[in-house]
């Protein structure tokens, strides 16, 4: 974990939203992990040849933070899949 806060993400298990918010609607989410970070819905792509492979840990920003804040972590990240050769990466702003 670091100081402005990334997660990683190995499976729908690992995700806990605990930002409470009256202006967020959690009703999807609490339904369907899927709406927040498709996981399934990238794993049936993988299935049917549409991509080639779900890399096996994805990352969670904590949201609310200033963008220049952010800037160390993201280069972190951004090395970590360089690493594990991701060709793509898929930005939801849940």
């Known amino acids: 974990m670091s100081s402005t806060g990334f997660r990683e993400v190995t499976s729908a ?3 806990l939203m605990s930002h409470v ?9 609490l339904q369907d992990i899927n709406t927040i970070l498709p996981l ?3 794993a049936e792509l993988e299935r049917n040849g549409v991509i080639g492979a779900v890399a096996d840990t994805h990352y969670s920003f904590m949201g609310a933070t200033d963008p220049a804040g952010m800037q160390p972590d ?4 951004a090395g970590m899949l360089k690493a ?3 060709d793509a990466v898929l930005l939801v702003p849940v």
Do not use: F, M
């Open 40 to 42: 399934d819905r990238l």
């Open 74 to 77: 993201a280069a972190q990240v």
């Open 13 to 15: 298990d690992d995700i």
């Open 84 to 86: 594990d050769q991701v």
């Open 21 to 29: 918010s009256v202006n967020y609607d959690r009703t999807g989410y």
